[in-house]
């Protein structure tokens, strides 16, 4: 008896060009309107409530972390005033919405790739299919709209969390007031900021929710593939969303010195 061969992963572009064209897919559905609204709220408790309490945790010791190094080397220059200006433009703008997205995509991500490619495996997907039902409208959808959400809703309290670990911090460890410490961070992050923060949770959402769903849905073979399909699709959109927050950031933040 001749042993069974076992297909091969898709290959990296394979899977790019069919994440390329599900996202156009999700747009258009998006502007005709189809939604699934009874599905998009089960997904947002997994993709909000049930991530709620790691993002907060890293958020929190983040913030604690960033400040007691930022606020080491400008206290040697006599620059305590700055710390929360410090914290403003580099927690809140960069740090905040990238490890949002990274537990986001961690946490839902994988287990919207691994549940997709269960049902690949098993055939529910051409199940669908014969019941004349399309897998983005069931489940792509749902799914995607549900992390572009969520994840701006998340980072908004990881925000919060976060400036609250580098009060405490502050005042802790360099007896900086937290009056002085958030009046800093007040000056320096603008109103239009936190909109880009929003901006920038959207679609490390989208970026999130594609990913993990179209990696899920390419995926062949045997049980195996579905656990490398997800570690696989972590690993892509981690480093799509610190591709994404580069261009995101110098389309947003940079000023040019010409004005």
């Given at each position: 008896m001749e042993p069974i061969e076992e297909?091969?992963?898709?290959?990296?572009?394979?899977?790019?060009?069919?994440?390329?064209?599900?996202?156009?897919?999700?747009?258009?559905?998006?502007?005709?309107?189809?939604?699934?609204?009874?599905?998009?709220?089960?997904?947002?408790?997994?993709?909000?409530?049930?991530?709620?309490?790691?993002?907060?945790?890293?958020?929190?010791?983040?913030?604690?972390?960033?400040?007691?190094?930022?606020?080491?080397?400008?206290?040697?220059?006599?620059?305590?005033?700055?710390?929360g200006g410090a914290f403003a433009i580099?927690?809140?703008?960069?740090?905040?919405?990238?490890?949002?997205?990274?537990?986001?995509?961690?946490?839902?991500?994988?287990?919207?790739?691994?549940?997709?490619?269960?049902?690949?495996?098993?055939?529910?997907?051409?199940?669908?299919?014969?019941?004349?039902?399309?897998?983005?409208?069931?489940?792509?959808?749902?799914?995607?709209?549900?992390?572009?959400?969520?994840?701006?809703?998340?980072?908004?309290?990881?925000?919060?969390?976060?400036?609250?670990?580098?009060?405490?911090?502050?005042?802790?460890?360099?007896?900086?007031?937290?009056?002085?410490?958030?009046?800093?961070?007040?000056?320096?992050?603008?109103?239009?900021?936190?909109?880009?923060?929003?901006?920038?949770?959207?679609?490390?959402?989208?970026?999130?929710?594609?990913?993990?769903?179209?990696?899920?849905?390419?995926?062949?073979?045997?049980?195996?593939?579905?656990?490398?399909?997800?570690?696989?699709?972590?690993?892509?959109?981690?480093?799509?969303?610190?591709?994404?927050?580069?261009?995101?950031?110098?389309?947003?933040?940079?000023?040019?010195?010409?004005?």
């Amino acid at each position: 008896m001749e042993p069974i061969e076992e297909k091969r992963d898709p290959s990296l572009w394979y899977r790019l060009y069919c994440a390329g064209l599900m996202l156009g897919q999700v747009l258009w559905r998006l502007l005709r309107g189809k939604l699934r609204r009874d599905q998009i709220t089960e997904q947002m408790l997994t993709a909000g409530p049930k991530a709620l309490v790691p993002v907060l945790l890293v958020a929190f010791f983040g913030g604690m972390i960033f400040t007691i190094q930022t606020a080491r080397e400008l206290t040697t220059f006599g620059a305590e005033s700055f710390v929360g200006g410090a914290f403003a433009i580099a927690f809140c703008r960069e740090l905040a919405p990238i490890l949002t997205a990274s537990i986001i995509a961690g946490q839902v991500g994988s287990a919207f790739a691994a549940e997709l490619g269960s049902m690949k495996i098993t055939e529910q997907i051409d199940a669908l299919y014969m019941l004349r039902s399309n897998p983005v409208d069931y489940l792509v959808m749902p799914r995607v709209v549900a992390c572009c959400l969520m994840l701006p809703i998340l980072t908004v309290f990881a925000l919060v969390v976060g400036v609250i670990g580098g009060t405490g911090a502050a005042y802790q460890f360099y007896d900086l007031a937290p009056i002085n410490f958030l009046t800093s961070v007040q000056t320096f992050l603008q109103p239009r900021d936190l909109i880009n923060v929003g901006v920038k949770g959207i679609l490390f959402g989208l970026l999130v929710g594609i990913i993990g769903c179209s990696w899920g849905l390419t995926t062949v073979g045997s049980t195996q593939q579905v656990g490398r399909s997800a570690t696989s699709a972590v690993v892509t959109t981690w480093i799509g969303i610190f591709m994404l927050d580069f261009f995101l950031s110098l389309l947003l933040f940079h000023q040019s010195p010409l004005g």
